[in-house]
């Protein structure tokens, strides 16, 4: 007979010990034999696959034309995302490469601390959002100014555009807004392509919104590193999700007029903002300011109609004999399919739903903010500083698919924000903006779950 040996299953989803024969063990090194069950993580990952053609399939059921769906694009688009995926998530240099890129831009973020410590105190981060954060964003803005300045920015854009425009089929104008999303929030974005947005096609302006939806702009990225979210697995949801939202796109709204900028590489040269160095600087600052006076208005604001909302909603409950409805008991509920089709195990799918609901309804920095705190939750429990169940908490697996779903401005609040904001750029294309902006937005959540299903594939 031949030698048994016993492999320990590192993977803590699995936590068994098989008996394989060593013959059968070269063989299939590979596979994991079960005794009469599969795997958990390969079941997980199935559901992730199911959930990439079930959220492709809610695009094609919405498409405006099913039968001028270039299925190049989608499938080139996929293709993308998880070729970035695999590279972070199963290679283990990729990862480390990322994991160093993370961790410097997070120790690079920790150098806007010096300046909220002269203006505030020592004890600033006692108020991680008003004195940690926020001085982030500021700080960050006004570098991203600086690449700007330098032309930077603009190259690393127009490369990855082109990177589109040719695997994709994609037209110039479409795929540098998009790849500009990666950095930039979707008003500044098609700044890129100003002088042509006026002349763009329906389904131009639609993967345009698309991708302003899909992702999330650097400064509010660093406004998520700076309170615990990965830095590594924002920066990857954010490339990933720029062609996911192409793609999607295409399908939703396919392409059945003359562009302009098809399969071209447009100029992103565009008027020099400042005039110098300093000024750069300063205009960065002003603008990250402005930003930070949105988010922290936004915050109060929000926060406060959703207590109000769930006090309305905890009396009417009470009269029909459902004292736990709320908001975030609605959410859990309608959305948990959601969150399980993304690859969520199903134990966690209702606490993941509650943050897709903020996400969707509210906005993504709030849905970041208690997504740190489930990870908190599950910090607190295993340091033996509180037991187990006694607070709300999901696992590793399920906090990672939320980074990678939760990136992305695609709320119903952004759309008003991107109606206003491309419309100053080409105000006669403000009633076409208006009609796609629900369908844009959809869309962008679709764009970002399928990279949440990517994530969960390769995990």
Same mark, same amino acid.
């Given at each position: 007979?031949?030698?048994?040996?016993?492999?320990?299953?590192?993977?803590?989803?699995?936590?068994?010990?098989?008996?394989?024969?060593?013959?059968?063990?070269?063989?299939?090194?590979?596979?994991?034999?079960?005794?009469?069950?599969?795997?958990?993580?390969?079941?997980?990952?199935?559901?992730?696959?199911?959930?990439?053609?079930?959220?492709?399939?809610?695009?094609?059921?919405?498409?405006?034309?099913?039968?001028?769906?270039?299925?190049?694009?989608?499938?080139?688009?996929?293709?993308?995302?998880?070729?970035?995926?695999?590279?972070?998530?199963?290679?283990?240099?990729?990862?480390?490469?990322?994991?160093?890129?993370?961790?410097?831009?997070?120790?690079?973020?920790?150098?806007?601390?010096?300046?909220?410590?002269?203006?505030?105190?020592?004890?600033?981060?006692?108020?991680?959002?008003?004195?940690?954060?926020?001085?982030?964003?500021?700080?960050?803005?006004?570098?991203?100014?600086?690449?700007?300045?330098?032309?930077?920015?603009?190259?690393?854009?127009?490369?990855?555009?082109?990177?589109?425009?040719?695997?994709?089929?994609? *037209?110039? !104008?479409? +795929?540098?807004?998009?790849?500009?999303?990666?950095? #930039?929030?979707?008003?500044? $974005?098609? =700044?890129? &392509?100003?002088?042509?947005?006026?002349?763009?096609?329906?389904?131009?302006?639609?993967?345009?919104?698309?991708?302003?939806?899909?992702?999330?702009?650097?400064?509010?990225?660093?406004?998520?590193? *700076?309170? !615990?979210? +990965?830095?590594?697995?924002?920066?990857?949801?954010? #490339?990933?999700?720029?062609? $996911?939202? =192409?793609? &999607?796109?295409?399908?939703?709204?396919?392409?059945?007029?003359?562009?302009?900028?098809?399969?071209?590489?447009?100029?992103?040269?565009?008027?020099?903002?400042?005039?110098?160095?300093?000024?750069?600087?300063?205009?960065?600052?002003?603008?990250?300011?402005?930003?930070?006076?949105?988010?922290?208005?936004?915050?109060?604001?929000?926060?406060?109609?959703?207590?109000?909302?769930?006090?309305?909603?905890?009396?009417?409950?009470?009269?029909?004999?459902?004292?736990?409805?709320?908001?975030?008991?609605?959410?859990?509920?309608?959305?948990?399919?959601?969150?399980?089709?993304?690859?969520?195990?199903?134990?966690?799918?209702?606490?993941?739903?509650?943050?897709?609901?903020?996400?969707?309804?509210?906005?993504?920095?709030?849905?970041?903010?208690?997504?740190?705190?489930?990870?908190?939750?599950?910090?607190?429990?295993?340091?033996?500083?509180?037991?187990?169940?006694?607070?709300?908490?999901?696992?590793?697996?399920?906090?990672?698919?939320?980074?990678?779903?939760?990136?992305?401005?695609?709320?119903?609040?952004?759309?008003?924000?991107?109606?206003?904001?491309?419309?100053?750029?080409?105000?006669?294309?403000?009633?076409?903006?208006?009609?796609?902006?629900?369908?844009?937005?959809?869309?962008?959540?679709?764009?970002?779950?399928?990279?949440?299903?990517?994530?969960?594939?390769?995990?």
């Amino acid at each position: 007979m031949a030698e048994l040996v016993k492999i320990k299953i590192s993977n803590p989803n699995f936590g068994l010990t098989k008996n394989c024969s060593q013959e059968h063990l070269s063989k299939e090194r590979f596979k994991v034999i079960f005794e009469g069950r599969l795997s958990l993580s390969y079941m997980d990952r199935v559901v992730s696959l199911l959930g990439l053609f079930v959220f492709v399939g809610i695009a094609y059921l919405l498409s405006v034309d099913r039968t001028a769906i270039r299925w190049r694009t989608l499938l080139w688009g996929i293709a993308l995302q998880f070729g970035v995926g695999v590279v972070i998530l199963r290679l283990p240099g990729g990862y480390a490469v990322f994991k160093f890129i993370g961790d410097r831009v997070g120790d690079f973020l920790n150098f806007s601390d010096a300046g909220a410590r002269f203006v505030f105190g020592d004890s600033f981060q006692d108020h991680l959002i008003a004195f940690k954060v926020m001085p982030t964003i500021i700080f960050f803005c006004s570098f991203i100014t600086i690449l700007y300045y330098y032309g930077i920015l603009q190259r690393v854009v127009r490369w990855i555009a082109a990177l589109m425009v040719r695997s994709m089929g994609t *037209s110039g !104008g479409e +795929s540098l807004s998009c790849a500009a999303n990666i950095f #930039v929030g979707p008003v500044e $974005a098609p =700044l890129l &392509i100003k002088p042509y947005v006026k002349d763009m096609t329906q389904s131009e302006l639609h993967a345009v919104m698309t991708g302003g939806f899909a992702t999330i702009a650097g400064g509010v990225m660093a406004a998520y590193i *700076s309170f !615990g979210i +990965s830095a590594e697995h924002l920066i990857a949801a954010s #490339v990933m999700s720029a062609p $996911a939202a =192409l793609a &999607i796109s295409k399908v939703m709204y396919p392409e059945t007029e003359k562009s302009l900028t098809v399969g071209t590489n447009i100029n992103t040269e565009v008027e020099q903002p400042y005039i110098n160095l300093i000024d750069a600087v300063t205009s960065g600052a002003s603008e990250g300011m402005k930003l930070v006076l949105n988010i922290i208005a936004m915050l109060i604001a929000f926060l406060a109609l959703v207590a109000a909302f769930n006090s309305l909603l905890g009396w009417v409950g009470g009269l029909i004999g459902l004292p736990q409805l709320s908001l975030e008991w609605l959410f859990s509920l309608v959305l948990a399919p959601v969150a399980w089709l993304m690859g969520v195990p199903w134990a966690d799918a209702r606490q993941v739903a509650i943050l897709l609901g903020k996400k969707t309804i509210l906005n993504e920095f709030i849905a970041y903010l208690d997504l740190r705190t489930l990870a908190q939750n599950a910090q607190t429990i295993a340091a033996g500083k509180a037991a187990p169940g006694s607070l709300p908490t999901i696992s590793e697996r399920s906090q990672i698919i939320s980074t990678y779903a939760l990136c992305g401005f695609s709320s119903i609040s952004a759309i008003g924000i991107q109606i206003g904001g491309i419309g100053a750029i080409a105000p006669e294309r403000q009633h076409d903006l208006a009609r796609l902006g629900v369908r844009a937005m959809i869309g962008g959540s679709l764009a970002c779950f399928m990279t949440a299903c990517v994530a969960g594939i390769l995990l």
